[in-house]
């Protein structure tokens, strides 16, 4: 089993800034790619932000210029940098992380969701 517990969500003013930090523990033997995922009610899941091992990233268009993922790859650790926060960044944030258990068993396991609401 892999657990993935997030934390840094909250209220913000319009222009502030936030922080969510997602860490993954249990049974890994690597980590491929990590990333995070937004959802509001009654939309589809959409990226935000996504980074693999060797520190490639991709980000929703969105969030492009104002986000930043990184991660601590000993530590098994993804972090967001939310600057410039924006009423439409309400959503409930998901962490998202894909790696193998062992050489051969792969897993794809989501956090439980930590809100960030901002306000206007």
């Known amino acids: 089993q892999v657990q993935l517990v997030e934390s840094g969500g909250g209220l913000v003013q319009a222009g502030g800034s936030l922080r969510l930090s997602c860490a993954a523990s249990?049974?890994?033997?690597?980590?491929?790619?990590m990333g995070w995922y937004r959802q509001v009610p009654g939309k589809q899941r959409e990226l935000v932000a996504g980074?693999?091992?060797?520190?490639?990233?991709n980000y929703g268009d969105s969030v492009k210029g104002r986000f930043t993922i990184s991660r601590d790859n000993a530590k098994n650790t993804v972090l967001l940098q939310m600057n410039s926060l924006k009423p439409e960044d309400t959503a409930v944030y998901y962490c998202?992380?894909?790696?193998?258990?062992?050489?051969?068993?792969?897993?794809?396991?989501w956090g439980q969701g930590t809100q960030v609401t901002v306000s206007s």
């Open positions: 249990g049974d890994i033997f690597s980590i491929n790619a």
């Open positions: 998202n992380v894909i790696g193998w258990r062992v050489p051969s068993i792969s897993f794809d396991s």
């Open positions: 980074i693999v091992r060797d520190g490639p990233t």
